[in-house]
């Protein structure tokens, strides 16, 4: 008879919020935040919080499932192996319940206390994130964050259509920068950490096809993304606030990505411009989303 294997002690509360990916998905929430803040409608500050908890609750869920589903190979990474199911600190059943009931919930509140548009997105979002790149794409083939950064686009679709209750053309344009941003964001990282997929067997871009191919690839996606930033401003979406400060902020992404692109070094430190590429596209789509809030209230 061979012994039960033991069971771990409860999961501690840290655990469960390392599973839904709280940095990341700050930016992810905050997308969300602004694609609500920036529709011509107003939205009941009791509502509003409500759907901003929804999607942060969602987004969690799927970055716990996502963790739930990819235990195996986070294991394998270096920048992965110390997160709660890994590292053995939790039950891989306890994340999969977690998730499962967390996005659950997410879902049904968004429909009940806010709108049935936003909370069918929401769900989408996750379905995507978690079905679509998590268990399908990402273990297949190079153009898995391409495609599955469609999920992580959704949140300010997800915001305005909790306001408005509809999807419009200015959060459309935000879907498709957020989307066309993600391929910039990702491989710049990705060349800097390309043996810990590797090693893991993810087939990401720099993997299959090469450093050279990659930042190509890196360099092409940023002529669109640069075009959906810009793009609200001369339809009259946006005023000059927004205009502006995407101009000038897309033209140093631009800048950044073209460095990368043609594989400029910078004296002996091995992928300084790759390592700042990741570090700003973050602060980009920061100050891109909170410009627009600005836009839309002070213009
Ligand atoms: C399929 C799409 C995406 C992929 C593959 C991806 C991949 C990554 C990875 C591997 C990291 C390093 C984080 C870590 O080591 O734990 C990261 C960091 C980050 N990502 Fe992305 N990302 C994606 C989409 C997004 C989206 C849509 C957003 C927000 C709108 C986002 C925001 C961030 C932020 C804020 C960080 C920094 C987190 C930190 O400082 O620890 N990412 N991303
Ligand atoms: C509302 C809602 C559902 C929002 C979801 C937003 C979303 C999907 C964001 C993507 C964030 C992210 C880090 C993806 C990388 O997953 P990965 O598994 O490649 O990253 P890892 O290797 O660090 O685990």
Same mark, same amino acid.
């Given at each position: 008879?061979?012994?039960?294997?033991?069971?771990?002690?409860?999961?501690?509360?840290?655990?469960?919020l390392?599973?839904?990916?709280?940095?990341?998905?700050?930016?992810?929430?905050?997308?969300?935040?602004?694609? !609500?803040?920036?529709?011509?409608?107003?939205?009941?500050?009791?509502?509003?919080?409500?759907?901003? &908890?929804?999607?942060?609750?969602?987004?969690?869920a799927?970055?716990?499932?996502?963790?739930?589903?990819?235990?195996?190979?986070?294991?394998?990474?270096?920048?992965?192996?110390?997160?709660? &199911?890994? +590292?053995?600190? !939790?039950?891989?059943?306890?994340? &999969?319940?977690?998730?499962?009931?967390?996005?659950?919930?997410?879902?049904?509140?968004?429909?009940?206390?806010?709108?049935?548009?936003?909370? +069918?997105?929401?769900?989408?979002?996750?379905?995507?994130?978690?079905?679509?790149?998590? #268990?399908?794409?990402?273990?297949?083939?190079?153009?898995?964050?391409?495609?599955?950064?469609?999920?992580?686009?959704?949140?300010p679709?997800?915001?305005?259509? +909790?306001?408005?209750?509809?999807?419009?053309?200015?959060?459309?344009l @935000?879907?498709?920068?957020?989307?066309?941003?993600?391929?910039?964001?990702?491989?710049?990282?990705?060349?800097?950490?390309?043996?810990?997929?590797?090693?893991?067997?993810?087939? !990401? @871009?720099?993997?299959?096809?090469?450093?050279?191919?990659?930042?190509?690839?890196?360099?092409?996606?940023?002529?669109?993304?640069?075009?959906?930033?810009?793009?609200?401003?001369?339809?009259g /979406?946006?005023?000059?606030?927004?205009?502006v400060?995407?101009?000038?902020?897309?033209?140093? =992404?631009?800048?950044?990505a073209? @460095? #990368?692109?043609?594989?400029?070094?910078?004296?002996?430190?091995? !992928?300084?411009y790759?390592?700042?590429?990741?570090?700003?596209?973050?602060?980009? /789509? =920061?100050?891109?989303?909170?410009?627009?809030?600005?836009?839309?209230?002070?213009?």
């Amino acid at each position: 008879m061979t012994p039960a294997t033991p069971l771990l002690p409860p999961a501690d509360w840290r655990d469960f919020l390392a599973l839904t990916k709280p940095r990341v998905m700050t930016l992810v929430v905050f997308t969300g935040l602004c694609g !609500m803040l920036a529709a011509p409608v107003g939205i009941d500050p009791v509502l509003g919080f409500t759907a901003i &908890l929804c999607i942060a609750l969602g987004a969690g869920a799927a970055g716990a499932l996502n963790q739930w589903y990819e235990a195996d190979i986070d294991a394998v990474m270096k920048r992965t192996a110390q997160r709660p &199911l890994p +590292a053995g600190r !939790m039950e891989r059943q306890s994340a &999969l319940h977690f998730g499962v009931g967390l996005g659950a919930f997410s879902v049904i509140l968004m429909g009940l206390a806010v709108n049935l548009a936003a909370a +069918a997105i929401l769900a989408v979002s996750i379905l995507f994130y978690v079905l679509i790149y998590t #268990v399908w794409l990402k273990r297949r083939t190079p153009q898995n964050i391409v495609i599955g950064g469609a999920a992580g686009a959704f949140p300010p679709l997800i915001g305005w259509a +909790a306001a408005t209750g509809e999807v419009a053309l200015l959060p459309l344009l @935000l879907f498709a920068l957020v989307f066309l941003w993600t391929p910039p964001h990702f491989w710049a990282l990705a060349l800097f950490v390309k043996t810990d997929y590797a090693n893991a067997g993810v087939p !990401m @871009l720099p993997v299959v096809a090469g450093e050279a191919a990659t930042r190509r690839q890196i360099g092409l996606y940023t002529i669109p993304m640069a075009a959906a930033a810009v793009a609200p401003w001369p339809l009259g /979406l946006t005023g000059p606030i927004y205009g502006v400060v995407a101009v000038a902020l897309t033209a140093a =992404f631009c800048v950044l990505a073209a @460095l #990368v692109a043609a594989g400029a070094k910078r004296g002996g430190t091995p !992928m300084f411009y790759e390592k700042r590429l990741f570090a700003y596209s973050i602060l980009y /789509l =920061f100050v891109i989303f909170g410009a627009l809030v600005v836009d839309r209230w002070v213009a």
